[in-house]
C-alpha cells in the first residue's frame, strides 16, 4: 500500500510539470484514490499492469487485465476523482461499453503502436514528441490570440497571431520555459509575443481561471535549437514577421508570396525597435 501511494504521489508530482488536458487532470486526482487504483493491480495477482497486446484479447490474463482496469476506472468515477473529464454517468456505468473501449485502445491504438515501434525503433518516442509538441504549441496559439483580442490590436496583428507556424514549439523542462529558435523570424515578433501577450494572458488566467497551469513560465537561457515543427514556415505571415537578411534569402517567387501580406507591426514601441528600423532601408535583391 506504501509503494503504492508513494507511486501515485510521484505520478501526480510529474503530471504538473506537464503542460496538457491529460496532465492537468491527473494532477488534479487525489493521491490516495489513485493509490487504491493501483493497489487493484496487485490484490489482483498481477506484478504490474502489462497485457498482452498482440495476444488472444479472450485468453484469461488479457481478460484479467480488462477487468482491473475497468473496475479501476469505475472506483474512480464513483469516488469523483475525475470530475473534471466531465464524464457522462451513463457511460460510466456502462461494463460492456467501457470493455469495447478498453479492448479498442489495447489491441487497437497500442498493438499498432508496438508494431510500428518493433519495426522502426524509436519512431514512436519521435511521434509522441512531435504529437506532444504540435498540440501544445496550437494551445499557445489560442492563448495568445484570445490576448489579442483582448487588447484589441490591429486586425492585421491579430491574424498573424492566429498563424500557428508563427509560434514556436517551446520546450518545457519542469518549470522552465526554454524557447526554441524560430528560423527567419523577427526578435520582435518573438519579444512582441513574449513581453505583450503571454502577461495578458497569463492576467488573464489568474483571473478567471486559478486552478490551470501558468503560460509564462520562468524562461531559460538563450534560444533552444529549432525542432523539425519550427523549421515550417507560412505561407500567409506578413513581410515584417521575417527578418530583412532572412527574407532577402527567400526566392523571388516567395518574396512576392510573403509582399502580399502586407506589414502587421503594432505598437510603435515594437515598430522602431532596430531588426524592425531595418526594413525602412530594406535593400531588395
Same mark, same amino acid.
Given at each position: 500500500?506504501?509503494?503504492?501511494?508513494?507511486?501515485?504521489?510521484?505520478?501526480?508530482?510529474?503530471?504538473?510539470?506537464?503542460?496538457? !488536458?491529460?496532465?492537468?487532470?491527473?494532477?488534479?486526482?487525489?493521491?490516495?484514490?489513485?493509490?487504491?487504483?493501483?493497489?487493484?493491480?496487485?490484490?489482483?495477482?498481477?506484478?504490474?499492469?502489462?497485457?498482452?497486446?498482440?495476444? /488472444?484479447?479472450?485468453?484469461?490474463?488479457?481478460?484479467?487485465?480488462?477487468?482491473?482496469?475497468?473496475?479501476?476506472?469505475?472506483?474512480?468515477?464513483?469516488? +469523483?476523482?475525475?470530475?473534471?473529464?466531465?464524464?457522462?454517468?451513463?457511460?460510466?456505468?456502462?461494463?460492456?461499453?467501457?470493455?469495447?473501449?478498453?479492448?479498442?485502445?489495447?489491441?487497437?491504438?497500442?498493438?499498432?503502436?508496438?508494431?510500428?515501434?518493433?519495426?522502426?525503433?524509436?519512431?514512436?518516442?519521435?511521434?509522441?514528441?512531435?504529437?506532444?509538441?504540435?498540440?501544445?504549441?496550437?494551445?499557445?496559439?489560442?492563448?495568445?490570440?484570445?490576448?489579442?483580442?483582448?487588447?484589441?490590436?490591429?486586425? /492585421?496583428?491579430?491574424?498573424?497571431?492566429?498563424?500557428?507556424?508563427? +509560434?514556436?514549439?517551446?520546450?518545457?523542462?519542469?518549470?522552465?520555459?526554454?524557447?526554441?529558435?524560430? /528560423?527567419?523570424?523577427? /526578435?520582435?515578433?518573438?519579444?512582441?509575443?513574449?513581453?505583450?501577450?503571454? !502577461?495578458?494572458?497569463?492576467?488573464?488566467?489568474?483571473?478567471?481561471? !486559478?486552478?490551470?497551469?501558468?503560460?509564462?513560465?520562468?524562461?531559460? !537561457?538563450?534560444?533552444?535549437?529549432?525542432?523539425?515543427?519550427?523549421?515550417?514556415?507560412?505561407?500567409?505571415?506578413?513581410?515584417?514577421?521575417?527578418?530583412?537578411?532572412?527574407?532577402?534569402?527567400?526566392?523571388?517567387?516567395?518574396?512576392?508570396?510573403?509582399?502580399?501580406?502586407?506589414?502587421?507591426?503594432?505598437?510603435?514601441?515594437?515598430?522602431?525597435?532596430?531588426?524592425?528600423?531595418?526594413?525602412?532601408?530594406?535593400?531588395?535583391?
Amino acid at each position: 500500500v506504501r509503494e503504492a501511494y508513494d507511486t501515485a504521489t510521484k505520478l501526480i508530482k510529474d503530471a504538473k510539470t506537464i503542460t496538457g !488536458p491529460i496532465a492537468n487532470t491527473i494532477a488534479r486526482i487525489d493521491a490516495d484514490h489513485l493509490a487504491s487504483a493501483f493497489t487493484m493491480v496487485v490484490k489482483a495477482g498481477l506484478k504490474g499492469f502489462i497485457p498482452d497486446v498482440e495476444g /488472444p484479447v479472450q485468453s484469461h490474463y488479457n481478460q484479467l487485465h480488462r477487468h482491473v482496469a475497468v473496475s479501476a476506472f469505475r472506483f474512480l468515477f464513483r469516488s +469523483h476523482a475525475l470530475y473534471t473529464f466531465e464524464i457522462n454517468e451513463d457511460y460510466a456505468n456502462n461494463v460492456s461499453f467501457l470493455n469495447d473501449v478498453y479492448d479498442n485502445f489495447v489491441y487497437g491504438t497500442l498493438a499498432q503502436n508496438t508494431k510500428k515501434e518493433r519495426r522502426d525503433p524509436g519512431s514512436l518516442d519521435k511521434s509522441i514528441t512531435n504529437s506532444v509538441a504540435y498540440k501544445a504549441r496550437n494551445r499557445l496559439t489560442k492563448l495568445r490570440f484570445q490576448a489579442g483580442r483582448r487588447l484589441q490590436l490591429r486586425k /492585421p496583428v491579430q491574424r498573424m497571431i492566429a498563424i500557428k507556424e508563427a +509560434h514556436s514549439d517551446d520546450e518545457h523542462v519542469g518549470k522552465t520555459r526554454y524557447v526554441r529558435d524560430k /528560423p527567419g523570424r523577427n /526578435p520582435t515578433v518573438a519579444r512582441f509575443f513574449l513581453q505583450e501577450l503571454d !502577461p495578458e494572458a497569463e492576467r488573464y488566467r489568474r483571473a478567471h481561471k !486559478p486552478l490551470t497551469h501558468k503560460l509564462n513560465r520562468k524562461r531559460g !537561457p538563450p534560444l533552444r535549437a529549432a525542432s523539425e515543427l519550427s523549421e515550417v514556415l507560412s505561407a500567409d505571415v506578413p513581410i515584417d514577421y521575417f527578418t530583412p537578411v532572412y527574407y532577402n534569402s527567400l526566392s523571388l517567387r516567395e518574396r512576392a508570396r510573403y509582399a502580399k501580406g502586407g506589414v502587421a507591426f503594432p505598437l510603435a514601441k515594437y515598430a522602431f525597435a532596430p531588426e524592425h528600423a531595418e526594413w525602412r532601408a530594406l535593400v531588395v535583391i
